[in-house]
């Protein structure tokens, strides 16, 4: 077994990257005030310029789409300056970064949205468990269904937050459709009960996400604009039906957009064949979940990817490719840290240099 292909270099759309290892998003609730991201996150990032591509934390689009305590926000201007902060460090090191567009649905607490109100979603189906609210754990609300008159105002969001990102200074931005998010909730069947067009066949579920890259693409050319996806993840309280259905007809309507890629998430049980979504995608394909250092090799090896994206590695390890490249031992992630705090678990993890490996 090589490890040559992952240190290849790549075209992902519009962009060239040095090798095949991506930064999964990861959030990491350390936002500053308002949300936005400041010097101590572009820190984060910029020690983990050497990916081939670096996928942000998801980043609210508005701030109904917000579920989280000290999430970055990407729809004012303060967040815009603290993102080029991130942006212009990773760019010194050489690096490449994509934001990810997020916007939560029910997965949220009147206590994190504006006014009290209730979070929004495609129906009215509150999702079992817990939201992360200001004060803990805190059981999730029934959400209220949006009326199909507000949908333009969501899509317009979307396009907003993609010209945000772009005078951010961000190389592209991914679309988050995966884990039971706003766009995962309109694509599922268990989630989206809606009788207008955008719920019932999957045809008018994928619709919603089709017209966000629409719009979002009006503003950046599709070749740096990403979307991910995660089929069986149950994560959130999701489930769909007919898994392989849903996502086979999607990515067959995301086929012929020029996308840069599609990024999947590979958590879940179900039975789900990875290959046939690519083929019916038939562009750039990172996949995710697991993997380590053979295991990436042998999907770039195999064909079963083109990159292959680390999470938990990666909040770990911020000389990742280096480590890879050498097949040198990885830190351990802190788990206790992974969500909020600051520079303990965040930017304090060593590099291989001064661990003296
Ligand atoms: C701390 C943490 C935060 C995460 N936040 C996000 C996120 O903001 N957006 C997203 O799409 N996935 C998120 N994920 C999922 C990761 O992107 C990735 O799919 C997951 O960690 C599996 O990859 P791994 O096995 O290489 O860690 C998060 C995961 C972790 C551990």
């Known amino acids: 077994m090589s ?3 992952l240190f290849e270099p790549a075209r992902v759309g519009a962009l060239e990257v040095p090798n095949r290892i991506v930064m999964a998003p990861m959030t990491r609730n350390r936002a500053g005030a308002g949300d936005a991201p400041r010097a101590l996150n572009a820190e984060y990032y910029a020690q983990r310029a050497a990916a081939g591509l670096i996928i942000s934390e998801a980043s609210q689009i508005s701030p109904e789409g917000k579920g989280y305590p000290r999430t ?20 010194r090191k050489g690096g490449r970064i994509f934001l990810q567009l997020w916007h939560v649905g029910r997965i949220s607490h009147p206590s994190l949205q504006p006014n009290g109100q209730l979070p929004v979603a495609p129906s009215a189906l509150k999702p079992a ?21 507000e949908i333009p105002r969501i899509i317009a969001a979307y396009r907003q937050a993609a010209v945000n990102a772009r005078e951010a200074g961000f190389d592209g931005v991914e679309v988050h459709a995966a884990n039971g998010y706003l766009l995962d909730q309109f694509l599922r069947d268990g989630t989206n009960r809606r009788t207008d067009a955008y719920g019932g066949p999957v045809q008018q579920r994928a619709r919603l996400l089709l017209e966000v890259l629409g719009a979002v693409s009006s503003v950046l050319e599709a070749g740096r604009i990403g979307v991910r996806l995660s089929p069986i993840n149950p994560f959130n309280d999701i489930r769909d039906s007919d898994p392989q259905r849903t996502f086979d ?20 049980s179900d039975p789900f064949d990875w290959e046939r979504l690519r083929r019916a995608f038939g ?35 911020p000389d990742l490719v280096e480590r890879l490249r050498r097949g040198a031992p990885l830190n351990t992630a802190s ?11 965040y930017t304090d993890y060593p590099a291989l240099a001064s661990t003296g490996t």
């Open 129 to 149: 468990g817990d939201a992360m609210t200001m004060s803990g754990p805190q059981p999730f609300v029934e959400p209220r269904a949006l009326e199909i008159g």
């Open 3 to 5: 490890a040559a292909d």
């Open 249 to 268: 007809y999607l990515a067959s309507q995301l086929r012929g957009l020029g996308l840069a890629y599609l990024h999947v998430y590979q958590a879940g």
């Open 283 to 317: 562009g750039t394909f990172i996949v995710n979940g697991g993997y380590d250092r053979a295991r990436a090799i042998a999907a770039l090896e195999t064909g079963a990817a083109d990159l292959v994206a680390f999470g938990v590695p990666y909040l770990a390890n």
């Open 72 to 91: 970055p926000g990407i729809h004012s201007a303060e967040q815009v300056a603290g993102w080029r902060l991130v942006t212009e460090a990773v760019h």
């Open 335 to 345: 788990p206790a840290t992974f969500y909020g705090g600051e520079a303990e678990g």
